[in-house]
């Protein structure tokens, strides 16, 4: 395990440097730095922002989180990787990439400062572009209820009596901008006597028109290890998610191209095109990225098994769902 030592004096635009490990971070008021023993790499602080964001919030979620074509982190749930270059061939080619693992606490604790201190007042790392203010300039100010958001997760199913995630006008979720069409029904349900407690239903489309941010998918309900996390996407999903199990997503409204390419290289394997009501599975061995023209609905749907990830990497089950 790396010790982490990080600054407490600022630098001229007002921001402070971070160390971790062989790993240094600063930022200046348009870029990211970052520094390892063999390499040093530069990201647009909005991009940078925006995955940290997701990293932290998800807990650094399923596999692989790459910010970019470089810098990433992998979860091996308990500790963690953080890399540079090591999905990338060229860096792998040139014996330039790096990476360092970490336990859980001590990583998801420097990321967790790094962007409390780097997220200005305006900026919302969660938020469309349209829907927030910018992240560049010197430091001004901070944005603690944005970057300490957690992942929504129901209680129970939504819509059941104690479920505290249902989105109203009353829970401070008006509808969005772009949902001002979605019919705001619910369904009529007849419970059989003594069953009231039991038997719910919620309108879905009506859940995720409320969504307040983007490429966020909430925890609506849990069967078992199967999990059904819909979202809401506008712009581009803010890392390129490099899968350790098979994920299924069912285009929900309008319209998302994913970019496809190999988990270890890089390397462009597909671009898919979901339309409402497509259905795809995205197999363990690859990553991807979703671009979304117009807000859209989706629902991943996860198998949260923690056996999948070795079962997967030492060939007992396989990558795809489907063998055709
Ligand atoms: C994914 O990596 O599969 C993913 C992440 C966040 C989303 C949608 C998909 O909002
Ligand atoms: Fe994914």
Known sequence: MSSTETGTTTNEHGYRSFVIGGFSFERDEHFVHIHWPTGRHVMAADVFL??????????????????????????????????????????????????????????????????????????????????????????????????NRTR???????????????????????????????DQTE????????????????????????????WNPSVVSVCRESLYCPTTEEFILPVIHGNDRVEWFVQLSDEITWKVEDRETGAMRATVVMKAGDCAAMPADI???????????????????????????SGQAPTVPVSF
């Open 50 to 147: 925006k995955a940290l964001m997701r990293d932290v919030s998800w807990n650094f979620f399923y596999g692989i989180v790459n910010f970019d074509a470089v810098f990433g982190t992998m979860n091996h749930y308990g500790n963690v990787d953080m890399f540079a270059g090591r999905y990338n061939a060229a860096y792998r080619k040139a014996e330039l990439d790096h990476q360092e693992n970490f336990g859980h606490d001590d990583l998801m604790a420097c990321f967790k400062e790094i962007l409390a201190d780097w997220t200005n007042a305006d900026f919302d790392p969660f938020a469309s572009p349209q829907e927030t203010g910018t992240p560049f300039g010197p430091k001004k100010g901070d944005n603690q209820t944005a970057v």
């Open 152 to 182: 929504v997760l129901a209680n129970r199913m939504v819509g059941v009596p104690g479920d505290e995630a249902t989105r109203s006008d009353e829970n401070g979720f008006p509808k969005n901008r772009m949902f001002a069409d979605v």
């Open 187 to 214: 369904p009529a349900v007849h419970a059989e006597p003594g069953y009231e407690q039991e038997v719910a239903a919620f309108n879905l489309f009506a859940y995720l028109s409320r969504s307040d941010v983007t």
């Open 287 to 313: 990553r991807h990225q979703g671009y979304s023209p117009k807000r859209s609905m989706l629902l991943v749907w996860e198998n949260a098994a923690a056996s999948l990830p070795d079962l997967i990497a």
